[in-house]
């Protein structure tokens, strides 16, 4: 059987290279005709009132009766009509006879976009006049009957990529914007690869794929939860941020090999690239250790890669925390390219550079910097305003000055303290850092993580721009993933530095050998916990467990100041001989987003809330009128004039909401 079309790629290799620069379009990814042998190949058309699809007709069909099923993508001169489902677009001849309830009348009549069924005979174009940008472009369909299945209103745009639409009205008509062959390809690659997690995960490896629930109880740590009320007076549900208490219950359970597609809910207002409710590959095992669950997720991603990208090469890459912020200012490096920060305190201990001097005058202080190549070649790619836009943000937003250096001293644009910087200096900079001669080193001082976290920001901003002005400086077909480990297993709180948060979650294990520490110096303590990235984005995280209930609660009550009988079921649940366990869970909507090289995971959902998080085609979250609150025993309380103003302020009107 003929498996033709961007399906083939879907069902042979999952997708072809989808970099932002190469979206796919109907002909481009129909144009190669594969026969799988391997693999089995989907019936499309079984069960149903057609023979074929749309898109898979070639000339090998030739001859055969076929009935179609479809949408009218267009018509040309009630001559032809194109003809359009899931896989793809086929022609089809408009008999030309002229009576009343004649084909011709039915095909010519129907609008754009209605749905309609044609039975006929695949004949092939005549000489000339076949078309070699369409994948069925050699043969067309000499139509003997036609039905209206149902007639199209004109819709709000075109199902066509290349019409440009605004996201809201993409939103508002979603299932007219899930006809679009991006959408279909991007949710079906979706599909295919979930399939193939489930298969290495099953199949392979003996994981039991369970639901957990999804009305549960307020917990503390972690994420603002969505609370669900109850009919019991004053007692709500939550939403779980995660499956993660359920999992390690499982644990407990003798269930030693968990999975889940698991429906996540996190209350986190807006933010770019977020969704209030996601999907992860949640996983747990027990009698595992870190390096047991990296090796798994390393399969797995192997196992479910399309297979007509370059092949992953495992293992991947490791990192330490420490040395992820000190060489990339961050945790999440997108190591597809270099300009590392480096620490250059030592070579400027006796500079006159006021800031400089002040910054190593301090306990903390260090100094920094980081080469942006080719940053001044004929001022292509940074430009003057450039550099003063990067120090705006750096005073704005860090608080941090900024020193841009140049090796050619004619150049030091807007920066008069450059001249402090000694011949030698310049020349030790050089060395140390490579720089070459058109290249500018961006020089910043102050504390360790501050001057880092501030040096990341502009690593990536920089990045952006060089690449805006023509640079090539990440591949967009590259997929760089990294794991990052020794986190510290605490943090200080944002809003009260004074107290310690969970870096992960609270169930993280300590780092074996800094178990001491958890009694002296608790903010020193390395933990299990390990994050997966990839080209920048975090794309999972997990970590071994603490299955010690006095330690559990001691990190939960002594040092994290939790109200422990909120988690008194899973503290019991230790004690009655719970395994040692570990997991990880992905984030399977950014995953597939960095994988179809889509812009926004918005595009890789196929029901997906806007950036207010709101569901534009439905107005949900909606009203809902008093006497039904009642039930529930509670009530609005509707914010005052200035308040609502408040809030609007806080979420200004957002292109995406
Ligand atoms: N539950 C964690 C999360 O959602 C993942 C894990 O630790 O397995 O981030």
Known sequence: MYFPSWLSHLWRGLSRP????????????????????????????SFVAR??????????????????????????????????????????????DESPASVKKILCEAPVESVV???????????????????????????????????????????????????????????????????QYNLRLRSQMVMKMREYLCNLHGFVDIETPTLFKRTPGGAKEFLVPSREPGKFYSLPQSPQQFKQLLMVGGLDRYFQVARCYRDEGSKPDRQPEFTQIDIEMSFVDQSGIQSLIEGLLQYSWPNDKDPLLVPFPSMTFAEALATYGTDKPDTRFGMKIIDISDKFRNTEIGFLQDALSKPQGTIKAMCVPEGTVSEKYLKRRDIESIQKFAADHFNQEVLPVFLKTNRNWNSPVAKFIMEEQRLELTRLMEIQEEDVILLTAGEHKKACSLLGKLRLECADLLEMRGMVLRDTSLFSFLWV???????????NPRELESTHHPFTAPHPSDIHLLYTEPEKVRSQHYDLVLNGSEIGGGSIRIHDAELQHYILATLLKEDVKLLSHLLQALEYGAPPHGGIALGLDRLICLVTGAPSIRDVIAFPKSFRGHDLM?????????????????????????????????????PKS
């Open 618 to 654: 439905s107005s949900a979250p909606d009203s809902v009128p008093p006497e039904e609150l009642k039930p529930y025993h509670i009530q609005v309380s509707w914010p005052t004039d200035s308040e609502s103003e408040k809030s609007s302020l806080n979420h200004p009107h957002h």
């Open 18 to 45: 989808l970099g932002s620069t190469t979206q796919p379009t109907w002909g481009s990814l129909s144009r190669s005709l594969v026969l799988s042998s391997q693999r089995r190949i989907p019936e499309f058309s």
């Open 485 to 495: 480990v020794d986190f510290p297993l605490f943090l200080p709180k944002e809003e």
């Open 51 to 96: 023979t074929n699809t749309c898109g898979e007709l070639r000339s090998s069909h030739l001859g055969q009766e076929v009935t179609l099923c479809g949408w009218i993508q267009y018509r040309r001169q009630n001559v032809f009509l194109v003809l359009r489902d899931f896989h793809g677009l086929v022609q089809i001849v408009i008999p030309q």
């Open 117 to 183: 069924q044609v039975s006929g005979t695949v004949i092939s174009r005549p000489p000339g006049q076949e078309n070699p940008k369409m994948p069925t472009g050699e043969i067309e369909i000499k139509v003997k009957t036609a039905k209206l299945l149902n007639p199209s209103k004109k819709l709000p745009f075109e199902i066509k990529d290349f019409v440009k639409k605004t996201e809201t009205l993409r939103l508002q008509y979603r299932y007219l914007d899930l006809r679009s062959f991006q959408m």
